[in-house]
Structure formats: C-alpha cells, structure tokens
C-alpha cells in the first residue's frame, strides 16, 4: 500500500469515530496527506526512505507548536493561535517523512489525569464510551486505542505519556529528562516536562522515540549524547529472552501506604511478575523509602514552576484577550482575559505555585519540595546499584468513569506511581499488562537509570 491510502485509511476512520472519541482537536487532512504523497514520489524515484517511519501517520499532542495549525494546548485562552514555527520534535517528525494527521486533545496545559480539564471537552475511552482515557494526554492514547492513528506524541509531567497509555492499552514511553527536544512544547513545569512516543507495540514506540530524540541547541536542558539503538533493542527484547536481567519490585509502590490499589490491578500485576521470571529475569524486591512522598512534593514544585511559566499568558503578546475596549486600563484588561482564559484547575494550580513559591514561605514549601526531590532520586540511585530496572503496576485503577474524580485530590491519585520518575528525571514506560477483571486495560511500568532508554525497550518488547 502507499503512504497515501495508508494515512486516507486513518482519516476516514478518525471522520467515523472521533466525533464520539473527540481525540482530536485539529485534522490536518491535506496536510498529512501531502505529506504522504510526498513519501510516496520519494520512493517511485528511487530515493530511500527519510525514516523506517516515513509515510506512517502520526497524532500530535496539542502542546507541540506546528507552523501554520493551530496549537491550543487544551486552552480557551490559545484558542485561535496559529504558530508561527514548528517545535523541534514537530520539524524532525516531518523531516522523516512522518505524516501529522492533526492535534490531539488534552487537558488544558497538561494539566489533569482524564482530559476533562480540557477547554474542548473530554477525550473518551474506546473500550467504554462512559470512562475517560486518562491524561493529560488522553487524546494521544485514544487516537491509538480507536485506530484512528498508529503513532503519536505526548508530554509527560508526572505521568501524561504512560498513565493514558495505561488506561487505553497501549504503549508509552517518558524518556530521560534532556533525551527529547522541549524547544516548541508549551511549558507547564520546565524542570520535570518531557516529549515522548506513544504507540501501539514497544517496537514503534523504538522507532518513533529515535526520530524525536537527540541534542538541540535550542533547549539548554538538551543532553548532547548519542540516540541509543532502540528499536535493536525492543528487537532483541522480542525473542522473549530476559536472563541475566534483574528487574526489582518496587515495595512502597507494592503497598501504596493507605491507598489502595483494585484487586484487578495487583493481580495483572502480580502475573506480569511471573512473567518477568518465566522470561528468565531475576526478580528481587526493592525498597525506595522516599517514593510515598513523590506525590505531594511534586503538587509545589509543578504548580510553582506553572505558576512562573503561565506569567507569559498576558493577553498582549499573545493569549485570549477581552475587555480591550479603551475603557480599561492594561491591567484591567490582564486579569478579565486571564479570567476568561484559564479553567478552574489552571487558576487553582497558578494561586499555588504563587503561595509556594511567595517570600517566607519559599524555603518551607518549595525549598522541602526539592529536598524530597534529590531523596527520590537517591532512591533510584541506590536501586539500580542493585537491579536493572525497577517494575511497578503504572495506576492503581483502570480507567474511571467521566465526572468520577470531581475532587482535585482525587484525581491527582492517578499518578501516584508515576510521579517519582519525573522528579528523579530518569525513564519509564508503560507496556499493556492485559485486562483487569473489570474487562479494562491494564499497565505495567517499567523504570531505568537516566539514559538507559535501551532497557526498558528489551523488558517491555519481551514481555508485551
Ligand atoms: N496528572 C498530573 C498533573 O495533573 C501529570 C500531568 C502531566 O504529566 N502533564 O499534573
């Protein structure tokens, strides 16, 4: 088949079902079919291929700027914003020949676990119409669940790449802090934001995460070391050999102090450690202390750096703007297009990360924050002296119904074991780990040291 039939097949589906899933808030479809065409006459004249991706189409999260479509970032306030540059992980995915077939709906600036702080309604989940997919990147994850997109992109803060992966039975990968090119990604917390892919099996998520990774100039956090093998990697993992691994069993996230984890969940769990044995790996237990407290120092240090990071929405470079009517002053005319523009969760996570991050009070909250930072990230430190990769379940439930989790609290549950990855800075995926006993998807993380990308690829593809 062409590139061009091929990214037809995934428009015409996404015409079908999107307007029930709604995981997406912009189709390109001439763009990405252009895109293809443009594969497709490549290949009649002889030339390779620009990636092993090249003409496979694609859905972007929309926190990546695309030159001349819209970026939005989930927001009212970015509502009718056109680009005028691509982000880097945009222009590398074009430069491989990737059609973009559109923007995938997301919780407004990443913000969220289930996609309803999305200024554009919520992304649905295609095994159970009544659920939610997860978020913040609950589009990217339902593109890939509905078949509507074989590929995409997403961010991941504190778990918005492998927690919708989790709830939609699909693959995703947050990779090392620095690996993926922020320059393009709208900000929501500098320090902990991460791209990365989002697909169907560990072998396209390998070949995806190739072509965005790599050094950029254009991002100071940008680490300058090669881009690992990857795909060699998820290949050799694919002969389903895992001796000589030593995978640990995380206890603190085991036991979850107080919370608790669906039965569903633990048992999927408990069989993918069998699994992991039965594969060859060496499986331990492991304790990392510090993990339990991953969660309320990341709820300072992400509202804080929000909180600095969304100063920029002012309403006079760019941003919604309203009460523009000569009878306001600019300060007037600042806080009524702030107002309309955020969502209640934005506005509530903006007023924290000011308290935080306030005189008087910066040491006692920020400044604790980072401490229990650097003790996590001890804690992965210690455990990999003793084990390759760690393994936990990626959430404690499967996926909730829509309007379930109205409180904040609630919601922010969802990424409990996610979290710790994110403040260490290190790389985790999510891989399917079958259903629950409620007939949902379930995840398996699987944790690595900082750069070792490449071990995460060979125990996911064994045991996918
Ligand atoms: N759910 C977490 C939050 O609301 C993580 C979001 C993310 O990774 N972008 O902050």
Redesign the pocket.
Known sequence: VSAEEVTKAHLDRITEVDSEINAFLHVDAEGALAAARAVDASLANGEQPASPLAGVPLALKDAFTTRGMPTTCGSRTLENWVPPYDATVTRKLREAGVPILGKTNMDEF????STENSAFGPTLNPWDLTRVSG??GGGSAASLAAFEAPLAIG??????IRQPAALTGTVGVKPTYGAVSRYGMVA?SSSLDQGGPCARTVLDAALLHEIIAGHDPLDSTSIDVPVPALAEAARQGGRGDLSGVKVGVVRELRELGGASYQPGVVASFEAAVAQLRELGAEVVEISCPHFPYSLSAYYLI?PSECSSNLARFDAMRYGLRVADDGEHSAEEVMAASREAGFGPEVKLRIMLGTYALSAGYYEAYYGSAQKVRTLVARDFMNAFEQVDVLVSPTTPTTAFRLGERAEPLEMYL??LCTIPTNLAGNTAMSVPSGLSDDGLPVGLQIMAPALAEERLYRVGAAYE
């Open positions: 990443a913000m969220g676990s978020g913040s961010t991941d803060t504190g778990g918005s929501f992400a969802a990424d």
